[in-house]
């Protein structure tokens, strides 16, 4: 069964930096795609950082790129994904999913709604101003 549980999230002032991490285990695909959407209250789900991990090839949301890096412990399998220079309008809910999927898929904006893909439940990042 495949599991994914997020923590590290949390308030932080703009400008400032958080890490949130998602451990991953029961997924036995060795081609899949790893990554970071997020929901903001009253917002529509955004995807915000992906990594295939058969390619290595990584993905950015044009709102983050710069500021947001995703990276993998391939000894732990856990997914990261360090936040720098918060917004406010960084402020969200943020989920790390999991997909067997292409590396060419996974560099879409929404590969994480395909069917069967996995989520997490969760972790809340709040940036004040």
């Known amino acids: 069964q495949v599991q994914l549980v997020e923590s590290g999230g949390g308030s932080v002032q703009a400008g400032g930096s958080l890490r949130v991490s998602c451990a991953v285990s029961?997924?036995?695909?060795?081609?899949?795609?790893m990554g970071w959407f997020r929901q903001a209250p009253g917002k529509e789900r955004e995807g915000v950082a992906s990594?295939?991990?058969?390619?290595?090839?990584?993905y950015y949301a044009d709102s983050v790129k710069g500021r947001f890096a995703i990276f993998r412990d391939t000894a732990k399998d856990n997914l990261y994904l360090e936040m720098n220079s918060l917004k406010a309008e960084d402020t969200a809910m943020y989920y790390c999913?999991?997909?067997?999927?292409?590396?060419?898929?996974?560099?879409?904006?929404?590969?994480?709604?395909?069917?069967?893909?996995?989520w997490g439940q969760g972790t809340q990042v709040i940036v004040s101003s």
């Open positions: 999913a999991a997909d067997q999927t292409s590396s060419y898929d996974c560099g879409s904006a929404s590969w994480w709604r395909r069917t069967g893909a996995h």
């Open positions: 990594r295939h991990i058969g390619s290595a090839s990584v």
């Open positions: 029961g997924f036995t695909h060795s081609n899949y795609c």
